[in-house]
C-alpha cells in the first residue's frame, strides 16, 4: 500500500511559477513509476508528466511540454512538478499517481495508487 499526498498548490498570477510535492508512504517507493494529472472543473482527467522509477524516461503532456519538469527524490520519497511559465488554462486540480510497473505511462487507469489532489489556480 502506498499513500500520497500532495503540497504547493495556490494561487499564482499568469507567468508565474509554483513546485508541487508529492510524498509517498512506503519503502518501495523507488520502485514505482510516478505519475502527475490534473483534472479542471468539467474536463476529464488529464495527463500531465510522468517519471520512471530511475528516471531514466519521462513524459509530458503536449500543454506542458518546456514549462513543466518532473523529478524525483527516492531518499526522500518524493516527486516533484516544478511549473514556470504558468498560464490560466492549467487551473486545476492536480494529483500525483503511483504505478508498480515502475514506468513512467501515460494512462491514468494503469496507475494504481492516487492522491488527493492539491489546487492550483493561474490568475490572468
Known amino acids: 500500500q502506498v499513500q500520497l499526498v500532495e503540497s504547493g498548490g495556490g494561487l499564482v498570477q499568469a507567468g508565474g511559477s509554483l513546485r508541487l510535492s508529492c510524498a509517498a508512504s512506503?519503502?518501495?517507493?523507488?520502485?514505482?513509476?510516478m505519475g502527475w494529472f490534473r483534472q479542471a472543473p468539467g474536463k476529464e482527467r488529464e495527463f500531465v508528466a510522468a517519471?520512471?522509477?530511475?528516471?531514466?524516461?519521462?513524459y509530458y503532456g503536449d500543454d506542458v511540454k518546456g514549462r513543466f519538469t518532473i523529478s524525483r527524490d527516492n531518499a526522500k520519497n518524493t516527486v516533484y512538478l516544478q511549473m514556470n511559465s504558468l498560464k490560466p488554462e492549467d487551473t486545476a486540480v492536480y494529483y500525483c499517481?503511483?504505478?508498480?510497473?515502475?514506468?513512467?505511462?501515460?494512462?491514468?487507469?494503469?496507475?494504481?495508487?492516487w492522491g488527493q489532489g492539491t489546487q492550483v489556480t493561474v490568475s490572468s
Open positions: 499517481a503511483a504505478d508498480r510497473s515502475g514506468m513512467a505511462r501515460t494512462l491514468a487507469t494503469v496507475y494504481d495508487y
Open positions: 512506503g519503502r518501495i517507493f523507488s520502485s514505482y513509476g
Open positions: 517519471t520512471s522509477w530511475s528516471s531514466h524516461s519521462t
